[in-house]
T-cell receptor, first 113, second 113 residues
């Protein structure tokens, strides 16, 4: 049972445009959400997080939106840069299970010139 | 401030053997988690240690075991290796147990032949 889903395995965006990566979850106990970026041969790098008491969090070019009623979150990258090309993972945790993270399967983002 | 480091980076083992993977957590972090990432999948939670005690476990058999030491470094041990254990093993440390970012090492690529 995939509790965190990233339905788009890949996304291609032109440099300078907005990249929107989507994530859906099924477990209503999840109350903390994170996005990680992963380059080949490296571990995931933390990007941004959001608590369920918020619906938006911004950090520079990265903004995460949370829609609790739809159990959906998205990561916006504006403007997209070639160095953003990587695999992006959405992850979720629940207070009751400490900081155990449940990950999606990832979306590969390609930013083209 | 040093980040999370894992050793070794690559390892080849024979089916039935045992393996020990090591992780040094980020300075100031008392919580360590281990994840298994199979090809094309997101990381799957194995278990978490907080102050030397196991504090949560995913759906992995008992032949996956671990330790956390007083300096918060950690080991993952896998007995009776199977071919399906071939994966990237990731260690993550965090400053607390609940709703906090986890910072990952570069991983150990284990191949079982």
């Amino acid at each position: 049972d995939q509790q965190v889903k990233q339905n788009s395995p890949s996304l291609s965006v032109q440099e300078g445009r907005i990249s929107i990566l989507n994530c859906d979850y099924t477990n209503s106990m999840f109350d903390y959400f994170l996005w990680y970026k992963k380059y080949p041969a490296e571990g995931p790098t933390f990007l941004i997080s959001i608590s369920s008491i918020k619906d938006k969090n911004e950090d520079g070019r990265f903004t995460v939106f949370l829609n609790k009623s739809a159990k959906h979150l998205s990561l916006h990258i504006v403007p997209s840069q070639p160095g953003d090309s990587a695999v992006y993972f959405c992850a979720a945790s629940a207070f009751s299970t400490a900081s155990k993270l449940t990950f999606g399967t990832g979306t590969r983002l390609q930013v083209t010139l | 401030e040093t980040g999370v480091t894992q050793s070794p980076t690559h390892l080849i083992k024979t089916r039935g053997q045992q393996v020990t993977l090591r992780c040094s957590s980020q300075s100031g972090h008392n919580t360590v988690s281990w994840y298994q990432q199979a090809l094309g999948q997101g990381p799957q939670f194995i278990f978490q240690y907080y102050r030397e005690e196991e504090n949560g476990r995913g759906n992995f058999p008992p032949r996956f075991s671990g330790l956390q030491f007083p300096n918060y470094s950690s080991e993952l041990n896998v007995n009776a290796l199977e071919l399906d254990d071939s994966a990237l093993y990731l260690c993550a440390s965090s400053p607390g147990q609940v709703n906090t970012e986890a910072f990952f090492g570069q991983g150990t690529r284990l191949t079982v032949v």
